[in-house]
């Protein structure tokens, strides 16, 4: 049984969030926004090339590491306010919409001191951050406001908090489900279990 990747990225999000609907984003080396439904009905809304590729890439660069375990665990100890500007430290009086703590600028306060843990939230910061701006103009785009996340990077724990902030700000649902990261390889499960054996 053959199963293109974007139905079965669906069809796995779908199945382990319960929803009938919604906007489905896989984060894997790149990051994939779908528009699926229940019955089948799957639309590619748009890529982009920013995904775990674009964290190893950076964070081998800038601190020696490329494996996805060591930079999570490296990046839990950094401290964003030696790398990036928020709303705060342009404004003591910022639009209601907008939260104080919020990046005004990823990589706009680098300080000459900030180590190796801080550059690295810095880029996993970035990362996540395009991604959930991409997600509200996918929302945009459907009229929804559930978002299913899916890959390895649902495991980050900057990925909870980054998107209760944009949850906060946008009015969206997110939803990372248990087993996210094999949301794909489940979907693709599931489509061989649907699949009539031949006469």
């Given amino acids: ?17 319960g929803r009938e609907q919604g906007v489905v984003v896989t984060m894997g080396t790149g990051t994939a926004f779908l528009w699926a439904e229940q019955n089948g009905t799957v639309r590619h809304l748009c890529g982009s090339g920013i995904g775990g590729g674009t964290l190893g ?3 081998h660069k800038l601190v020696g590491m490329e494996r996805f375990g060591q930079i999570k665990k490296l990046a839990e100890s950094g401290n964003l306010d030696h790398v990036d500007l928020t709303m705060k430290d342009i404004t003591v009086h910022s ?28 880029v996993v910061n970035l990362v996540l951050q395009a991604i959930g701006t991409m997600t509200v103009l996918a929302c945009q785009c459907c009229d929804s406001k559930t978002v299913v996340l899916t890959g390895s990077m649902t495991t980050l724990p900057q990925a909870v908090t980054n998107f209760q902030l944009f949850e906060k700000l946008y009015g969206i649902h997110y939803i990372i489900p248990e087993n996210a ?17 031949e006469a």
């Avoid at 990261?181 to 054996?197: E, H, V």
């Fill in 181 to 197: 990261t094999f949301a794909t390889a489940i979907g693709a499960g599931l489509y061989s279990l649907q699949k009539k054996p």
């Fill in 57 to 59: 890439g950076l964070c």
């Fill in 95 to 122: 639009a209601p919409t907008l939260d104080p703590d919020m990046t005004a600028a990823n990589f706009g306060d680098l300080a000459e001191d900030a180590t190796p843990a801080d550059l690295a939230a810095g």
């Fill in 1 to 17: 049984c053959k199963v293109d990747e974007f139905s079965a990225s669906a069809a796995g999000a779908l199945a382990l969030s």
